[in-house]
């Protein structure tokens, strides 16, 4: 088995990539491939994220389509919590319930399976960038519904000045990378 290396030391910024005008004129996407193409890059912001969710006694990671999976499946697994894959309408096979939601630019459904989450399961919710927080917020609108408390929100990028901070109050949100302007 290799040996674990340390997450301090690791600027995981400099493994972002700025992509000016996608998917439109004026929008700045924050791509996250570089990270991903680097192997202890992608292991340090697996640990970090458990790392800030380790105490929270989580038994699901619920996360988005398509890049929260990259992550968020990691994450469950360092956490030794459940995975529950929240996906695009007609994506999964049993039973679901959705929740619609407001992007930066258009609209968007996610479904989860109705019996995922049951009993007060203790819940973080995770994804690859907050934005607006419409994504998250529908998360954990889902989450409720199915009986489950979300304990907390963790990201790998938030984009401050998009203010999805605010729509996720209650719940504590963690980011490893911050984008001011």
Do not use: W
Not at 77 to 82: D, F
Not at 88 to 96: D, V
Request: one cysteine or more; aromatic letters at 6%; a negative charge.
């Amino acid at each position: 088995m290799p040996a674990q290396r340390s997450t301090e030391g690791v600027n995981l910024r400099a493994f972002i990539r700025d992509i000016p005008d996608f998917p439109r004129p004026g929008i700045v996407f924050r791509d996250i491939t570089p990270l991903l193409l680097d192997p202890r890059a992608l292991a340090v912001a697996v640990a970090r994220l458990a790392r800030y969710a380790q105490d929270l006694e989580i038994d699901f990671v619920v996360a988005p389509e398509a890049r929260g999976f990259i992550l968020g499946g990691a994450l469950a697994q360092a956490l030794h919590a459940g995975f529950v894959p929240a996906r695009r309408p007609g994506k999964l096979p049993h039973e679901t319930l959705s929740a619609e939601y407001a992007l930066e630019y258009g609209l968007d459904v996610l479904e989860v399976h109705a019996d995922a989450i049951a009993g007060g399961a203790r819940v973080l919710i995770h994804d690859d960038l907050l934005a607006t927080g419409g994504t998250a917020s529908a998360l954990s609108d889902l989450v409720a519904k199915l009986g489950g408390e979300v304990i907390a929100c963790a990201f790998l990028v938030e984009l401050r000045l998009l203010g999805g901070r605010k729509r996720l109050v209650p719940h504590p949100v963690h980011a490893l990378i911050t984008y001011d302007e």
